[in-house]
């Protein structure tokens, strides 16, 4: 159907213009190959990883697949520590140690390895269809020379100007991330105050701004939403939180659990996990952390909150884990990655064919 011919299913040879969201901790070497077995691009989320872990993931989804594959990173600014908060964000923090038996205080820190040339030159001997990023793109030269490989080049921008910045510095395919989208949002320019866009006034806007495909996100999860961004111009959709409940997801059973039963009016932006804002179903831990805004620079709150997420986890507990979740949790189902594509197809041509 012509749906399917879109500018983003020729560039990266795939059935349908669907991409499975890279969501670091949730995706695994099987969901990203199934979902590109199924027609969408299959994506691996790497920004928590060293290269070693990164080619050993890349590597099992390719050996699972010969369809087109995504890898992601961070390309955040460095954070600055600041001793004096870390001192008042570890007394905010330790009740929830003591409630859930964290064990040891761990002290803010930033683990997410930076994207140099060793990663860059990682990412090349892999050769993943695309290398894709969040909060910006890296340097310009590692840009250039993963274009010069043949990968093809992905980032989020939340404003029509970081998509115009994205495609002046390389980008060959720009997500628009609506403020409905779970986890981090990837905004990286200033914002002067304002708040983040919705997807439906966002994509337009940003389809107008340039001239590669623009992929929609936030609060897409199911036909109507596939159908409604096309619509609007996009050239595809990327879907994350309709993956989070399938058996491929490296996500706790709590999470999957919570994002099966939320209605999607039971989500929220929180910077209390990592420092930046990220949107996810409403806990204990972040409605009582709801009053706080100073917390140290992202990503440095990973490594403080690391326990207690953990240990809520494995109590069963929803209290404290990041229930990372976009505002379309209330249509997700409990499915396989396979079974959320080919309902997402089917929905897509159900809701075209009623226009």
């Not at 500018?7 to 969201?21: C, E, S, V």
């Not at 870390?86 to 205080?105: F, I, K, S, T």
Request: include cysteine; proline fraction near 6%.
């Amino acid at each position: 159907m012509a749906w399917r011919d879109t500018p983003l299913t020729r560039l990266l040879n795939i059935d349908y213009p669907i991409i499975q969201a890279p969501m670091a901790g949730a995706t695994t070497p099987a969901m990203a190959a199934a979902a590109a077995n199924a027609g969408a691009m299959g994506s691996l989320g790497c920004a928590m990883m060293g290269i070693e872990t990164m080619t050993a993931e890349l590597r099992s989804a390719q050996a699972g697949t010969n369809r087109s594959l995504n890898v992601n990173f961070f390309v955040h600014d460095r954070p600055v520590p600041d001793e004096d908060l870390n001192a008042v964000v570890a007394a905010r923090l330790a009740p929830w140690y003591y409630r859930l038996g964290a064990g040891v205080m761990q002290s803010p820190a930033d683990t997410i390895p930076a994207f140099d040339e060793l990663f860059c030159e990682a990412v090349i001997t892999c050769r993943p269809t695309v290398a894709s990023f969040h909060f910006g793109l890296p340097d310009a030269i590692l840009v250039e020379r993963l274009k010069a490989a043949g990968i093809l080049i992905l980032s989020s921008a939340t404003s029509a100007a970081e998509a115009r910045w994205l495609e002046d510095h390389g980008a060959d395919i720009i997500v628009a991330q609506g403020a409905e989208a779970g986890g981090h949002n990837g905004w990286f320019l200033p914002r002067k105050g304002a708040d983040l866009t919705g997807t439906m006034a966002l994509v337009p806007r940003v389809v107008d701004a340039v001239s590669v495909p623009v992929v929609a996100a936030g609060g897409i999860a199911d036909g109507r939403g596939v159908a409604a961004a096309l619509m609007l111009g996009a050239a595809g959709v990327q879907v994350g939180t309709a993956f989070l409940a399938t058996p491929e997801c490296a996500s706790p059973e709590v999470h999957k659990q919570a994002i099966v039963a939320a209605t999607g009016d039971d989500t929220m932006a929180t910077r209390a996990y990592s420092g930046r804002l990220a949107r996810g179903v409403v806990n204990d831990f972040s409605r009582q952390m709801a009053d706080h805004s100073d917390w140290p620079d992202f990503p440095l709150m990973n490594v403080a909150t690391g326990p207690i997420r953990a240990a809520s986890a494995k109590a069963g507990l929803p209290d404290a884990v990041a229930l990372w979740s976009g505002q379309g949790a209330g249509l997700v189902r409990a499915e396989t990655t396979a079974e959320v594509i080919t309902r997402l197809v089917a929905e897509t041509e159900a809701a075209l064919a009623r226009i």
